[in-house]
């Protein structure tokens, strides 16, 4: 991604899904209606995202550390995740909405996994728009992959230590197919990215929302994106330089 972009293009947003279990617990609710409740959200995120025009939307879906959760809260978690694939895989195909999995998502149960697999194979044509789902993700678990990866076809003979850059390195991570995210949002007043698209995310715009996933609506996008639209991305430039550069392109 390099400065001579419309810097205020809002191409890809990556969503940090939270507040689920706790929007649940203030209304004596299991924490599984939370993420029941949180699974109706992505709808109507994915929606709204066609609405304004932004093509890559990447949700947090399973961390690589949530497998530590209760048993049974991964199991429903992995329920939530089979019937949402079951029963959108047909409307992401007529909205041309082709479905991508970041993480060790091979990991996942046979049945969530078969479930993605088929989903992911019946979008395959689609172009149009890209909705991502990091399952059993987590960046620093995605670099050592990488890492390895590129140490392993440096022993083939592929790739030369020396001309390792950023450029040639992020060839070999789950995102390589994937533009950066130009917005990350996360949910019910958290400001961590918890392991989440760190490198991706180095000159990402961050945006924190009070609201609880399960409560996260189209007006919450609008104004994470209105919000997105007055920020001044510089990229290491000055002010100066950008307006000079922008002048430029325009
Ligand atoms: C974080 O909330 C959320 C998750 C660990 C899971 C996100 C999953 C969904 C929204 C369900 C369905 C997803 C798809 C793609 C169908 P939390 O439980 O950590 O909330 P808390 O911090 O309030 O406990």
Redesign the pocket.
């Known amino acids: 991604m390099t400065a001579a972009r419309n810097e205020n293009q809002l191409d890809h947003v990556a969503i940090i899904?939270?507040?689920?279990?706790?929007?649940a617990k203030a209304r004596g609710l299991p924490?599984i209606e939370?993420?029941r409740r949180?699974?109706d959200?992505?709808r109507t995120v994915l929606d709204a995202c066609n609405e304004f025009g932004i093509r890559y939307l990447t949700?947090f879906?399973?961390?690589s550390e949530?497998w530590k959760r209760p048993a049974d809260e991964v199991g429903s978690?992995m329920n939530?995740?089979v019937r949402?694939l079951t029963r959108e895989t047909s409307a992401l195909v007529r909205r041309g909405v082709r479905l991508h999995a970041i993480g060790q998502w091979r990991d996942l149960p046979p049945k969530a996994r078969a479930a993605l697999e088929r989903a992911m194979a019946h979008t395959a044509h689609c172009d149009e728009r890209h909705l991502t789902?990091a399952l059993s993700y987590g960046s620093r678990q995605e670099a050592a992959s990488a890492a390895r990866a590129y140490a392993e076809a440096v022993l083939r003979g592929e790739e030369k230590p020396e001309e390792c850059s950023w450029e040639r390195f992020s060839r070999y991570l789950d995102t390589r197919d994937l533009p950066d995210p130009d917005l990350i949002i996360r949910t019910?007043g958290e400001s961590r990215l918890s392991n989440f698209l760190m490198l991706q995310g180095a000159y990402s715009e961050l945006y924190f929302s009070p609201v609880?996933?399960p409560e996260f609506g189209r007006e919450h996008l609008l104004e994470a994106v209105n919000c997105f639209k007055r920020r001044e991305r510089r990229y290491g430039l000055t002010g100066e330089q950008l307006h000079e550069k922008a002048a430029v392109v325009s």
């Open positions: 899904m939270d507040g689920n279990g706790r929007w924490r939370g993420h949180g699974g959200t992505v949700l879906a399973f961390s949530n978690l939530l995740l949402f789902l019910s609880p996933w």
